[in-house]
């Protein structure tokens, strides 16, 4: 499976996306004209590759706003309360670790481009299994046997338990986000956590091995979210980006899932 497929905006894209997105970990699409409706053309290449889950968190009422991409954007107001409205640097994660439904694919999509910094960064599983292997091969062994729990409080949907490194027919899977591991892990499981952090942090990203995209407007992202991690350069100005995540297996049982949970 390739990592990163780079692919312009032709006719025939929305019947190709499925196969694009099944052999590459990531597909950035560019060039799209300024002809084609953004909004309509992005969910129709979810809806392709399978269930889109379209669901934000209002963040001055912190309830559920259905129907709507997760709104990324710079704000002043919330910046310090969720990495989605900051212009820090966001540190290496997958986005449904603790989604109990599979949400296979991240879709990303830039409405506006900082004017400086802001890339979104990726580092390909199988990298980063090989530097673990290499030099830190007890933290590997750790992360393949030890589940985590994600999701700070307990949730109907995300709150999730896994283990950070897990395997398939296709090859590595991750289930990681600092930012959402639970505190009622065990002690050594959140010792794990601080060092996996520390690696990423000081030796992955810092060590520049990390691939970036500078989206531009009209630009978006398709993303195996548990064949990569992804992150975020800081930046200055303003930035906005929407993201959904897709199903693409077992959808009656999400949907049930989905409709059980939220109506």
């Not at 970990?25 to 053309?41: A, E, L, Q, R, W």
């Not at 531009?216 to 064949?227: I, L, N, Y």
């Amino acid at each position: 499976m390739n990592f990163i497929k780079r692919v312009r905006y032709y006719d025939g894209l929305l019947a190709d996306i499925k196969n694009l997105v099944s052999t590459n970990k990531v597909v950035h699409i560019s060039d799209v004209p300024s002809s084609v409706d953004i909004d309509k053309f992005y969910i129709e290449m979810g809806d392709q590759l399978g269930m889109l889950f379209r669901k934000d968190v209002d963040p001055a009422t912190r309830q559920l706003v259905h129907d709507s991409w997760t709104i990324v954007k710079y704000d002043v107001r919330y910046l310090h309360d969720t990495y989605k409205h900051s212009n820090k640097a966001q540190p290496l994660h997958t986005d449904y670790c603790n989604a109990s439904i599979a949400l296979d694919v991240v879709e990303l999509i830039c409405v506006e481009a900082a004017p400086f910094g802001g890339a979104t960064i990726f580092m390909d599983s199988i990298l980063l299994l090989e530097l673990l292997k290499k030099f830190k091969p007890g933290l590997m062994k750790q992360l393949q046997d030890k589940e985590v729990i994600f999701g700070k409080a307990p949730h109907p949907l995300f709150r999730n338990t896994a283990r950070v490194i897990s395997y398939d027919d296709d090859g590595p899977l991750l289930y990681w986000n600092y930012a959402v591991v639970a505190p009622d892990n065990t002690p050594d499981v959140l010792q794990m956590c601080e060092e996996f952090h520390d690696f990423l942090e000081s030796y992955v990203v810092r060590g520049g091995l990390c691939t970036p995209i500078n989206l531009a407007p009209r630009e978006g992202v398709f993303m195996q979210d548990k064949r990569i991690l992804h992150g975020r350069n800081s930046f200055l100005g303003d930035r906005h980006l929407l993201k959904g995540g897709i199903a693409t297996k077992d959808l009656e049982m999400v949907q049930e899932k989905v409709h059980k949970i939220f109506g």
